[in-house]
T-cell receptor, first 115, second 109 residues
Framework: ETGVTQTPRHLVMGMTNKKSLKCEQH?????MYWYKQSAKKPLELMFV???????ENNSVPSRFSPECPNSSHLFLHLHTLQPEDSALYLC??????????????FGSGTRLTVV | DAKTTQPPSMDCAEGRAANLPCNHS???????VYWYRQIHSQGPQYIIH???NNETNEMASLIITEDRKSSTLILPHATLRDTAVYYC??????????FGTGTRLTIIP
């Protein structure tokens, strides 16, 4: 248990579905992140939130919509995804938007399959 | 341009020390060296970081050369649970964390 909890662990969805990924951190951190990890590829940073404000959006398609209602929770809303969006989606948090002394703490991820 | 270069894969016998190298020849004076690892299908885990001096914690030791152009992560007594992808990242500590392809370390029984 890292202190960053992601649900669900696995998700299978059709291309016309709408679903949401949830991330919750119990570490008192002020920054949260979404990363995508496709097969055989490095982790790709998608979104950065600092103090509940989105501070970075790395050219992510609009079918991915993040939401950060408070500093402990982060959501990734998904709609009309494509099969190539199948990947491991990882949430992370850190003391501040620049990592802090102990770097980032990651959750275990949600394995998403789009059919 | 990649800031670090790591071998794509390494093997190490169980119980032996695993020494993972990383080259960062263009590192700036204020950039830190961070190490993370990712066990299969889990999120990355912070291991250790350093600036100039060697560092040690309960997980590993980090040896940074005097010119800071390379470093070595040492797992003193590798176990099967240390099988993972290890990432060496150079970062000012005030910017986003960017991962490369890392070194896939396999611990052999």
């Amino acid at each position: 248990e890292t202190g960053v909890t992601q649900t669900p662990r696995h998700l299978v969805m059709g291309m016309t579905n709408k679903k949401s990924l949830k991330c919750e951190q119990h570490l008192g951190h002020n920054a949260m992140y979404w990363y995508k990890q496709s097969a055989k590829k490095p982790l790709e940073l998608m979104f950065v939130y600092s103090l509940e404000e989105r501070v970075e959006n790395n050219s992510v398609p609009s079918r991915f919509s993040p939401e950060c209602p408070n500093s402990s929770h982060l959501f990734l809303h998904l709609h009309t995804l494509q099969p190539e969006d199948s990947a491991l989606y990882l949430c992370a948090s850190s003391q501040d938007r620049f990592g802090g002394v102990h770097g980032y703490t990651f959750g275990s991820g949600t394995r998403l399959t789009v059919v | 341009d990649a800031k670090t270069t790591q071998p794509p894969s390494m093997d190490c016998a169980e119980g032996r020390a695993a020494n993972l190298p990383c080259n960062h020849s263009t590192i700036s004076g204020n950039e830190y060296v961070y190490w993370y690892r990712q066990i299969h299908s889990q999120g990355p885990q912070y291991i250790i970081h350093g600036l100039k001096n060697n560092e040690t914690n309960e997980m590993a030791s980090l040896i940074i050369t005097e010119d800071r152009k390379s470093s070595t992560l040492i797992l003193p007594h590798a176990t099967l649970r240390d099988t993972a992808v290890y990432y060496c990242i150079v970062n000012f500590g005030n910017e986003k964390l960017t991962f490369g392809t890392g070194t896939r370390l396999t611990i052999i029984p």
